[in-house]
């Protein structure tokens, strides 16, 4: 049999993180897609752990001033959970080939999709969320990868499937009420924010780099 759950930020990262961490942790073969909207979409827009900085939420009126959980760093340290991060209109062969390996796995899989949302106040609309998902990639906002604990001996077990980014975070953060808004409240607080927030990715965007290093040397030898 193949069994998927499929569950939002606010349940993965946050309401029922612990009973994904029990699944994730029991070696089952069971797979878990979450879509991250970076907020709690269906109980009013609620800040949750995986709404980034500068955002504005419910119980974040004032822009989110703590980073991000790192749910897929969280359940790459188990050694043995297949983990992914994908947005559909950036790449759907990366999208369709981490599904496909999560579902062949024999063990847990985890695969994370960026999911444009209502309450992110796009300019454009829901219409062009594969074009958001796309930018947001370029920008750098969200990474994709894939860690496959089922990869070939002497193989790389991760593989970092995004570039360095070409957008511009900034402007891709404007285009969304979640952020602009900060803004023209709060122009001071919105740019410390906001600088905090382009470091973050840049940090998060090396530490990927790394990853990558660090995998080639434990598997590869190299």
């Not at 579902?103 to 209502?118: F, K």
């Amino acid at each position: 049999k193949s069994q998927w759950i499929f569950g939002g930020d606010g349940w993965a990262y946050d309401i029922g993180f612990g009973g994904v961490d029990h699944v994730l942790a029991s070696g089952k073969d069971i797979n878990v897609m979450v879509f991250d909207t970076e907020v709690y979409s269906n109980t009013g827009g609620q800040a949750s752990k995986a709404t980034n900085i500068g955002a504005v939420a419910q119980f974040a009126a004032a822009g989110k001033d703590v980073k991000k959980k790192d749910l897929s760093g969280i359940a790459m340290k188990y050694g043995y959970v297949y983990v992914a991060q994908v947005s559909m209109g950036a790449d759907m062969s990366q999208c369709l080939k981490a599904i496909a390996e999560a579902e062949a796995y024999d063990g847990p899989s985890l695969v994370i999709a960026y999911a444009p949302c209502i309450n992110h106040g796009i300019k454009g609309g829901l219409t062009i969320a594969q074009k958001v998902e796309k930018e947001a990639v370029q920008a750098g906002y969200w990474h994709l990868f894939r860690f496959n604990p089922a990869a070939p001996a002497g193989t790389n077990p991760f593989t970092l499937d995004s570039k360095a980014p070409t957008g511009d975070y900034k402007e891709f953060m404007m285009r969304e009420v979640r952020y602009n808004s900060l803004m023209r409240a709060n122009p001071e607080r919105a740019n410390v924010l906001f600088d905090k927030a382009v470091a973050n990715s840049k940090k998060r965007y090396e530490d990927l780099i790394g990853l990558v290093e660090y995998y080639k040397k434990e598997y590869c030898g190299e």
